[in-house]
């Protein structure tokens, strides 16, 4: 007998994709920054974050406005955008090391690191990938800051040099910090001595090195005047 069967339609192959498309996908950090959104914590430490800061922004308006003429207020914005400033920095000095120093001593101690270097994504895709899950949220803090920022910008005093060079300044601590908690997270066989190894790291830095950070933003800035 033979046996006959309804014809099959013939499977369509996927194209491969190209080479440079195929190193711009990040599957881990799409991993990583879905992970976070599924933690409720995530918003919650959102909220609080949002909640404080722009608690002590509008002590700071009300602290350096309580004038009875308008025009007294008038120049006063580079004080509060500097205060403003110089918080957030110390925001991310100390906030960012604790989310980002544990994203490699995690895989440690869950034993997990050596199957994730079996995967075709190599070391510096899986550093850069999981540095980036962490920089993400914290760029997304620092959008909280930008409504603020204008604000005391309205006020006058601040220039556009200064304005520019602070959110460069916020954006590449951001960078710094994050890269420098996840190369002591390498060097590390736990989180909390990787955490304790980029403070003593970075205060040391910036101990020694001053002029790269807000002080030096500023010289920058009054230099700028003068030419």
Known sequence: REITGTPQPARQQRRPKPPLLHRLEMPLLMVELKDLA???????VRFIY?????TIACSLFYGNMQSDAAADSLGRGRLIFLQLVEIQFWIIVLFLPATTSGVITVEKER??????MLTTLGPMRIMLQKLLSRLIPMFSFLLLLMPLLAVSYSFGGVSDGLLWSCILLLFVTCVQMG???VLCS????????SLVLTYVAYFAMYW?????WLGGVLEIEAWGRQI
């Not at 599924?38 to 919650?44: A, D, L």
């Not at 034993?111 to 994730?116: D, E, I, K, R």
């Not at 390498?186 to 001595?193: A, G, H, L, M």
């Not at 020694?208 to 790269?212: D, G, K, S, V, Y």
């Open 50 to 54: 949002a909640a404080v800061l722009f």
């Open 38 to 44: 599924w933690r409720g914590r995530t918003y919650v």
């Open 208 to 212: 020694f090195a001053p002029q790269f």
């Open 111 to 116: 034993n997990s690191l050596g199957v994730l």
């Open 179 to 181: 890269s420098l908690s």
């Open 186 to 193: 390498t060097w590390s066989r736990t989180t909390p001595e």
